[in-house]
């Protein structure tokens, strides 16, 4: 049975929603974008979650579209000097400790998540001090810090894997920060889990008995739901997984109509991946709705034309930096999964 850690980081501070360009202003700023790459040997990489916009310029420009994790190693292995990472700041600073060599910007620095907001390191930490008999197991969504007081670091693709071999070696676990994900886990493995009760403000919307009546006008459709979704919105799904593995539930369900529960930006790449078919978000709205994300990150939000090209103009106030001592420590955690996955030839791909 779960025990669950003291309630942290109800309340978010909020980001505005970006300024709308003109058509004229994207053309114009995705042109000077695009020298200045060149310039000053950057390369841009963006997540799913990012406008489309933004995931279109990243290929156009022979960049990358991922989710958190193929974009550090992406970045990671590209000859350019300079990585702009368009997305939010754990995302920046995988990339720095994968990358400590390299320049790596961000659009911009105040881009967060609510998980990595909701799991301050000083708490998280009294947290696993209270425990010390258990493994800690941390979701990549989480600060440099958080994953260096970490024994582990998982991806969402292969958060079940490493939990069931922790627990066939009778270890106990602390689970961090994402409650819905490790409730996943839990119920998967049946591991003995303490949670950290974090939450993404962007999964955690759906609402299941809203979906529940939008799969009785579609009844053709699949439901696809990422894991950060509460219980009762998982129960509906047709396919569970991490971003990439939602893609490619995307292309092999028969389905031609799909019901999405995760942030609308990934379907940019869904799109691509089958454009036969019908993509609609998975419904935010019904009995306790707040609408404060609407299917949409509104931290990868911040992201935009602008942004970028202010970045690569002027680096400062965009670079991203992370301690040394904090990153060595993040990295032990970050390896332990990367040598897990090679050793069992599993692929690590990212969460949201
Ligand atoms: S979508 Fe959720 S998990 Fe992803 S960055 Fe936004 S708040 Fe964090």
Redesign the pocket.
Known sequence: MSQLSPLVGSAYPFPGKPVQLSVQEQIDYKAKIKNLLIEKDAVLVAHY?TDPEIQALAEETGGYVADSLEMARFGRDHKAKTLIIAG?RFMGETAKILTPHKTVLMPELEAT???DVGCPVDEFSAFCDQHPDRVVVVYA?TSAAVKARADWVVTSSIALEIVEHLDSEGKKIIWGPDRHLGSYIERKTKADMIMWQGD????DEFKASALRDMKAVHPDAAVLVHP?SPESVVQLADAVGSTSQLIKAAQTLPNKKLIVAT?TGIFYKMQQACPDKEMMAAPTAGNGATCRSCAH?P??AMNGLKSIYNALVDASGHEIDVDPNVAKGALVSLDRMLDFAAEQQLKVQGN?
């Open positions: 979650y939010v998540c609510s998980l969504n993404c403000i962007v999964h950060e942030d990150c931290w990868m949201a």
